[in-house]
Structure formats: structure tokens, C-alpha cells
């Protein structure tokens, strides 16, 4: 279930975005399964949220005219400000305006890296317990 993404990255979520805005989704949804193939997505509060092992790790909010991508990491992404242009970085969040602008070499790196440190993430926490 999801946890993490709080009520207020919800604001704003368009029940009906642009159609560039649904092309959009369609082609992050085939980047998550290019680096995650055995991700699963199940809606949640009309957000397509991928989980990883039995975790979240990645959640698609459509807005009208952009759309959000949240990731469950807590790694530091800053680094990626200079090659990832017309993106905006912020606290789990990645603010898409338009992957016609973006250069998807650089968003497949960054979501692969994010994908490791999950899976990391939930391998410690397996092994603690």
C-alpha cells in the first residue's frame, strides 16, 4: 500500500491530462519495465504506483498539462541537474513537463540508479529481520 506519497503531491492530479501528457506516461510506464521487468503496477488513488520486490518504488501522477514521477530512494539525485535538462529535481520527486525535451538515456540511467538502491534498500531490511 502506499505510504510515502503524501496527500499533497496528489494536488493537482488530473483525472483527464493531455494527450502529450498520456503519451508521455505510456512511455515512462515501458522505461520502468526496460530497467524493473518484474515491477508490478497497482492503481492507488488514481496513481499507477510500481512495485519492486513488496515495496513501492516508483509512482506516475498525471497532471494537466506535466506529470510527476516519485521514487521511493533516498539517494541524493542532484548530481543528475546538469545532465537531466528540462526536468525538475525535488525531494522524491521528478517533475516532467515533456520527455520530448529530455534526454532518456540520462532518466534511464537515473531510474535504474534509483531501482538498485531500492532493491539494496529492501535486501538490508530483509536481512536485519
Not at 43 to 59: I, Q, R, S, T
Request: charged share 20%; aromatic share 6%; glycine share 2%.
Amino acid at each position: 500500500m502506499l505510504t510515502t506519497l503524501k496527500e499533497v503531491a496528489l494536488q493537482g492530479l488530473s483525472p483527464s491530462p493531455e494527450q502529450d501528457v498520456t503519451t508521455d506516461i505510456a512511455t515512462l510506464k515501458e522505461l520502468i519495465f526496460a530497467i524493473a521487468p518484474t515491477a508490478q503496477i497497482i492503481p492507488e488513488k488514481g496513481v499507477n504506483v510500481f512495485y519492486l520486490l513488496e515495496d513501492w518504488a516508483f509512482a506516475l501522477v498525471p497532471h494537466k498539462q506535466n506529470l510527476s514521477l516519485y521514487h521511493a530512494s533516498d539517494l541524493d539525485i542532484s548530481s543528475f541537474c546538469d545532465r537531466l535538462k528540462n526536468v525538475h529535481l525535488g525531494d522524491h520527486c521528478i517533475l516532467i513537463d515533456s520527455l520530448d525535451r529530455v534526454n532518456l538515456n540520462v532518466l534511464v540511467e537515473l531510474l535504474a540508479l534509483l531501482k538498485v538502491d531500492m532493491v539494496r534498500k529492501h535486501q538490508l531490511d530483509q536481512a536485519l529481520h
